[in-house]
């Protein structure tokens, strides 16, 4: 009987001692995370690009700092969003007021969607007025947090304007890349 107790001891005390060691050794590796990666988020600069497609104007606004950015892998998700205009002026384009009405709501949308301005989860790249709409991009780290900001709008009716977005993973920005084009150059 004295075996028997001493065996179940040594076998709980094994298991107390595995189970610490464990426990200790997820505690270190997810103080230092190996895909951690340090990214310098440039100062938003804007460039204003007026033309006509489809014989409508546009007018774009890009964040020409993210010309060049060098981590597109980590914000790997686009995020559009298109904001259709109710009080439309001539060739689509907005009229002054509902202009800033739609301005104003979609510099709360911006901000909520960037999250912390020290650690942004997205970085604003582009907006584009263009045929009774105003289609937004944004380039993405998780996109999980994004999603659930914008179905919170959507199912809390909560919008002035009709919208929809979609959200997909883009890690080389090839379905944006037009917009960081540089169009003050001069093609020969």
């Given at each position: ?49 007026e033309g006509m497609y489809e014989g409508k104007p546009s007018i774009v606004v890009v964040n020409s700092s993210l010309r060049g950015f060098k981590n597109k892998d980590v914000f790997s998700w ?111």
């Amino acid at each position: 009987m004295n075996n028997v107790l001493v065996i179940v001891i040594a076998c709980l005390l094994l298991f107390v001692c595995l189970s610490y060691g464990y426990a200790n050794k997820s505690k270190k590796s997810s103080l230092k995370d190996p895909e951690l990666v340090s990214v310098a988020i440039p100062e938003e600069k804007f460039s204003v690009m007026e033309g006509m497609y489809e014989g409508k104007p546009s007018i774009v606004v890009v964040n020409s700092s993210l010309r060049g950015f060098k981590n597109k892998d980590v914000f790997s998700w686009t995020c559009s969003l298109s904001i259709e205009f109710k009080d439309l002026a001539n060739n689509g384009m907005p009229t002054s007021e509902e202009s800033d009405f739609v301005y104003n709501w979609f510099n709360q949308l911006d901000s909520a969607i960037k999250g912390d301005s020290e650690h942004p989860n997205a970085l604003f790249l582009a907006r584009e007025t263009y045929d009774g709409f105003l289609n937004v991009y944004w380039q993405v780290y998780d996109p999980e947090p994004v999603h659930q900001y914008l179905q919170s709008i959507i199912q809390g009716k909560k919008y002035p304007r009709e919208m929809e977005y979609k959200i997909e993973q883009d890690v080389q920005w090839k379905n944006v890349e037009w917009l960081l084009r540089d169009f003050s150059k001069k093609k020969k």
